[in-house]
């Protein structure tokens, strides 16, 4: 309560104030607009990565990426300890920016909201995923195997050379639906969460993830921390993926979500990843397709359990009907990231919520009296 200049405590509190009233329910409009900053980012930062992509020279996450490189050349040894410092190391260099550049827009609404777009923009790949599984299903549209092959390393890190059409195929759906999930359902459930920290922090565990989270040789101990924080960080979001695609799937492919949630149950779990049979399994139940098999990767074969069994082969066309099956997904996560946001429903915020409704609640009684 502002004091008057003589000293009294019993002037009106300014419209800009929030105060509880007489029946003790706070006012919630200073929060809502304090929230719609970050929300109208994260719809922004779809909108930029749809008509924009990425840049093709000085991508943040690019650099990023060279730059852990540099850091593993000096660090690198065959120790978990070794990685787990490694990863820490690489988080916390872009985090700490991240969290020093959400705390200086706090209170600037256009600059929170454009630094929130530019953040989404940066770390998420809707369009760069759709454009290179449609290069993929253009050239298996012209028969032409090998330009098919030489679209696959940019979606997955399978070895192209012996696979034919069928099992190209595959891979891009797989691709499609695990991108999915990492590229744009999750980085916006963590930007909900915690802002443009959790936007940034996502990425750098998800890219560190694909560069040394392999079971390889050289990364079976240096990789294993990079490989648990990515694994947790994708829990929830590719369950939500899973979810959101049974959602989609009547609008774009005519499949239930009963049916698409009854295969995610019985086959989600089966896969190797603990996140990554969920998306794939839902994408598989919505197309009607079969998914897994045998992968190689770097010479050593892989295999994996099947998913949608009752499915039948995937084609190529499939590939298009995968790639708008994951825009509806995409636009969906965009909507529910928004309306996280503005119903305030984070379990941290609610307790900051309530301590304030209380402590202006202790004020008003004391100055009252």
């Not at 993830?209 to 079976?220: I, Q, T």
């Amino acid at each position: 309560m502002v004091l008057g200049p003589k000293g009294h405590n019993d002037q009106m509190p300014k419209h800009s104030q929030c105060l509880p009233h007489a029946f003790g329910a706070p006012c919630d409009a200073p929060q809502t607009r304090s929230r719609w900053p970050l929300a109208a980012g994260l719809a922004a930062g779809v909108a930029l990565d749809a008509l924009f992509g990425d840049p093709r020279r000085g991508h943040p996450v690019a650099a990023f990426g060279r730059a852990a490189a540099a850091l593993e050349a000096r660090d690198y040894a065959d120790s978990r300890r070794r990685g787990a410092a490694h990863t820490a190391a690489c988080v916390l260099a872009v985090a700490a920016p991240a969290a020093v550049l959400h705390r200086r827009t706090r209170g600037r609404p256009p600059w929170q909201a454009a630094a929130a777009a530019t953040a989404v923009w940066a770390v998420t790949g809707t369009r760069s995923l759709h454009h290179e599984a449609e290069r993929a299903w253009l050239s298996l549209h012209r028969h032409d195997l090998a330009a098919a092959r030489d679209v696959l390393p940019s979606l997955c890190g399978r070895d192209p050379a012996e696979l034919d059409a069928a099992e190209i195929t595959r891979a891009v759906i797989e691709s499609v639906a695990e991108n999915t999930s990492d590229a744009v359902v999750a980085p916006l459930l963590w930007g909900a969460v915690a802002g443009i920290p959790g936007l940034i922090a996502y990425r750098a565990v998800n890219t560190l993830d694909a560069m040394v989270g392999h079971r390889s040789a050289r990364y079976l101990r240096f990789g294993w921390a990079s490989a648990r924080l990515d694994d947790a960080a994708n829990w929830i979001p590719a369950r939500v993926t899973a979810a959101l695609t049974a959602a989609c799937a009547p609008a774009v492919t005519g499949v239930s979500p009963v049916s698409v949630l009854a295969v995610v149950r019985r086959d989600g779990g089966a896969h190797p990843s603990p996140n990554a049979g969920r998306c794939e399994a839902a994408f598989a139940a919505a197309l009607g397709v079969r998914l897994g098999g045998t992968n190689v990767y770097d010479g050593a074969a892989e295999a994996r359990p099947e998913l949608g069994g009752h499915g039948r082969a995937s084609e190529p066309e499939d590939i298009r009907r995968a790639i708008l099956l994951s825009r509806a997904v995409t636009v969906s996560a965009t909507a529910l990231a928004v309306l996280a946001v503005l119903s305030d429903w984070r379990p941290y915020r609610r307790r900051m919520k309530l301590t304030s409704q209380t402590t202006s609640a202790a004020m008003a009684t004391h100055h009252s009296t």
